[in-house]
């Protein structure tokens, strides 16, 4: 069974930097299609990056065009976490993050049907 748990998020102030971890257990396969999205409140989940974790590499990153520039994702393999590392962070990336793994090709990457496994979110509160 696919778990995720992601931590690491808390309070920071405006123009500072975070590194989210998703720690991953019960992969089957050493390629995984993976992503971050996030959640505001009162907002709908959305898409913040996917990419390939593979062999603790990750390739085929793909962000928003909110975090293009400032976020990046990475994976220990050793850890079997994923990261992102989240810099001049802006009040509007104020949120809960989660990490995902896609189960489903049947629509976009960019949508949260196309993921199956999900962890249980760490908050990221920025001040401005």
């Known amino acids: 069974q696919v778990q995720l748990a992601e931590s690491g998020g808390g309070l920071v102030q405006a123009g500072g930097s975070l590194r989210l971890s998703c720690a991953a257990s019960g992969f089957t396969s050493s390629t995984n299609n993976m992503a971050w999205f996030r959640q505001a409140p009162g907002k709908e989940r959305e898409f913040v990056c996917a990419?390939?974790?593979?062999?603790?590499?990750?390739?085929?990153?793909d962000y928003a065009a909110s975090v293009k520039g400032r976020f990046t994702v990475s994976g220990d393999n050793a850890k079997n976490t994923v990261y992102l590392q989240m810099n001049f962070l802006k009040s509007e990336d104020t949120a809960i993050y989660y990490c995902?793994?896609?189960?489903?090709?049947?629509?976009?990457?960019?949508?949260?049907?196309?993921?199956?496994?999900w962890g249980q979110g760490t908050q990221v509160t920025v001040s401005s």
């Open positions: 995902a793994r896609r189960g489903t090709y049947s629509g976009s990457k960019y949508s949260t049907d196309q993921y199956d496994s």
């Open positions: 990419f390939t974790w593979s062999g603790g590499s990750t390739y085929y990153a």
